[in-house]
């Protein structure tokens, strides 16, 4: 092999390596760092009677924004999806918070509000910031449980926030061109 192709091998290498790295680089930008499931958090996990009872909700609740509350019933001893219990859910407001008359007092989940139908859930909006208190209620033929949690309920993101990837990808694509530009104008 000559001395000038060997030369511009090295070249064309250093520049896929210097594209390969920005590749990765804003990948790791612009991917979510964390992945969750479902997009459900174990809020409370607990035995009673003859029920297992699991509360999930999303991982951050923020005031007056619908945020979905779900819970499984399963048989405690073998495990099994329960499909046939009756959930109602109450909430109790933070210390000096009121409910209005918006029926946030007591809802009625069901398997038909869920994602999962294997889950009995329910969608509610939390007029004001603070921990607010839950409590599942399960019955089942002649046997009730009832589960309680802390809800915490923040602020809702400010709504730029959530424009982030879209504002940014202009640039991006526009890096991306003067990039390839900038490489193929380079002498060889």
Not at 24 to 34: G, N, R
Not at 42 to 51: H, K, Y
Not at 91 to 120: C, E, H, M, V
Request: proline fraction near 7%; aromatic fraction near 6%; glycine fraction near 6%.
């Amino acid at each position: 092999m000559s001395m000038n192709r060997i030369t511009k091998l090295l070249k064309t290498a250093r520049e896929n390596a210097a594209v390969l790295s920005l590749t990765i680089v804003l990948a790791m930008i612009f991917c979510p760092s964390v992945v969750k499931a479902d997009g459900g958090v174990v809020r409370a996990t607990e035995t009673q009677g003859p029920f297992i009872i699991t509360i999930f909700t999303p991982p951050e609740i923020s005031r007056d924004l619908p945020a979905e509350v779900a819970v499984m019933v399963q048989r405690r001893a073998t495990g099994e999806v329960m499909m046939d219990a009756a959930v109602d859910l109450s909430f109790i407001p933070p210390a000096g918070a009121t409910i209005q008359s918006n029926g946030l007092s007591a809802i009625r989940a069901t398997r038909d509000r869920s994602a999962n139908k294997l889950l009995y859930g329910s969608s509610a909006v939390f007029p004001s910031v603070g921990d607010w208190q839950m409590r599942a209620s399960v019955r089942q033929g002649g046997e009730n449980a009832s589960v309680s949690c802390l809800l915490p309920v923040g602020m809702p993101a400010r709504r730029l926030a959530g424009l982030w990837p879209c504002l940014a990808l202009p640039p991006f694509v526009i890096a991306l061109f003067v990039m390839n530009q900038w490489l193929r104008r380079r002498p060889a």
